[in-house]
């Protein structure tokens, strides 16, 4: 490793390899410390899903922010789907990406009637189309009987998301980029030399001297930069994935192959893979993995899958894994500096593009360009004691609040 370096990025995910690919293309000395392997957090173990829009209903976002912000909000959103296009083709990325569209389904009757008033809304103020699929039309889209209807979005994608991770590393590499996996970031510090402000970064491989630090450690933060890491809330979600399934059932459950999910807030979220496997995920546990949380989860969401698709009784699940979704306490992404240090974080479900337009975003602003990242004019409010990363003992109150508001709304 070596002793300086213009830009050191923590984390190895999307955020901080979109970050280091696009720093170094601009001939910016960057070095990108991993703790584990590079792709190891959430980015790797994700569904796939590259999807516009933000968390929140577009009336709260406006009333919270004001309209001019969230328009800005939400052209990110759209603008992100069209970047995650233009890198995989751009570096020649091998990761099934296609423009699939996605589909939100209605668990109740008033989920459904909410709809139109949504799409007409997202069309007023931003401009794009979503289409509502009445419950007759909806088995030309899913082959599930349980829903009231649905909610479509065309520009959204899908993609293998390992491999695009393993491809944006290339990229970043392949760029300049200097990528050292196994090393753990033990402590930033700010410190003066000649006048001028310097980070030192102590790792686990040495020490590193950096201009500029970006912070992109999602929800895997560590006590190494306490001030990012009080703000995190550390949700836990988990995957289910089925054996091969024959071509005419798989057809059958997605004609269409949407990236499909729930209106519930202990949503189901789920795809078919380029192999034909029934992909299927949900915030089962809500704490973060662990070997407990994973086997529980895995019957769980195997009875969830049943649920919506009585059709795969028998069939085999041959994977589960679980991840840990970097949420904040107003579930939104936020961005700017704390303690000196650049950071992107809060993609929640929404991190594969979310988190590569940020991270590229995050580049350029290093770079000098003006700062017009609408996530980054926001507070930043901290997690609350109980829920934030390194002490979650509130975790299950807050699954059971949002299991009660499911029953209730
Ligand atoms: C099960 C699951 C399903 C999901 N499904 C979707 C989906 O379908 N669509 C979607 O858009 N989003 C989805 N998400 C969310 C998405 O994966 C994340 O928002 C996104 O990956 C965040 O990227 P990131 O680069 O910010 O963080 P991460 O990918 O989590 O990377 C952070 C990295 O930082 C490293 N790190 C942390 N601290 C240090 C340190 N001190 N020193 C060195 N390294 C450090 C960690 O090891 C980690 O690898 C899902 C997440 C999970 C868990």
């Known amino acids: 490793m070596p002793e300086s370096t213009d830009v050191a990025v923590v984390g190895g995910g999307f955020c901080g390899l979109a970050a280091a690919r696009a720093l170094a293309k601009r001939g910016v000395k960057t070095v990108l410390l991993e703790a584990e392997k590079l792709g190891w957090g959430a980015s790797c173990r994700n569904g796939g899903m590259v999807l516009t829009g933000l968390k929140l209903p577009v009336p709260t976002l406006i009333s919270r ?3 001019e ?12 789907i069209e970047l995650v296009e233009q890198i995989v083709k751009e570096e020649g990325i091998d990761c099934s990406f296609s423009r699939c569209g996605h589909l939100e389904v209605a668990c109740k009757q008033a989920h459904f009637d909410a709809y139109a008033e949504s799409a007409a809304r997202i069309k007023e103020e931003f401009g794009h189309e979503l289409r509502i699929v009445p419950r007759g039309e909806l088995r030309s889209e899913i082959g599930s009987e349980i829903y009231f209807g649905g909610m479509l979005d065309e520009t959204s994608a899908g993609l293998n998301p390992a491999r695009y991770v393993a491809g944006l590393a290339k990229a970043a590499a392949r760029a300049g980029a200097c990528l050292y996996d196994g090393t753990l970031v033990t402590s930033v510090k700010p410190e003066r030399t000649n006048g001028s402000r310097k980070f030192r970064v102590e790792t686990s491989r040495g020490t590193l001297t950096a201009r500029e630090v970006l912070l992109a450690s999602g929800a895997y933060t560590t006590s190494a930069t306490p001030a990012l890491r009080k703000k ?18 798989a057809r059958e ?10 209106s519930k807030h202990f949503l189901y979220y789920y795809r078919l893979t380029p192999d034909d496997r029934m992909l299927f995920g949900g915030r089962a546990a809500f704490f973060p993995e662990s070997e407990n949380t994973v086997r529980e989860s895995a019957e769980l969401l195997r009875r969830g899958l049943v649920e919506v698709y009585p ?6 699940v041959e994977f589960v894994w ?6 904040t306490f107003d579930v939104m992404p936020h961005s700017g500096k704390l303690e000196a240090m650049h950071f992107g974080l809060g993609f929640a479900g929404h991190g594969v593009a979310a988190a590569t337009w940020m991270g590229t975003k995050l580049a350029g602003v290093i770079c000098g360009d003006a700062d017009d990242n609408p996530f980054s004019k926001i507070v930043f409010p901290g997690a609350p004691p109980g829920l934030r990363s390194g002490n979650t003992w509130a975790l299950p109150l807050a699954g059971m609040y949002y299991r009660v508001l499911d029953w209730l709304t």
Do not use: H
């Open 65 to 67: 922010y004001g309209r």
């Open 69 to 80: 912000l969230v328009q800005k909000m939400y052209a990110a959103s759209l603008d992100s």
């Open 232 to 249: 995190v809330i550390p949700i836990g979600s988990y995957i289910i994935a089925t054996e091969v399934l024959p071509p005419d059932l």
């Open 253 to 262: 459950l997605s004609p269409r192959n949407r990236m499909i999910y729930d």
């Open 311 to 316: 059709q795969l009784r028998e069939t085999k």
């Open 322 to 327: 679980g991840g840990t979704l970097d949420f």
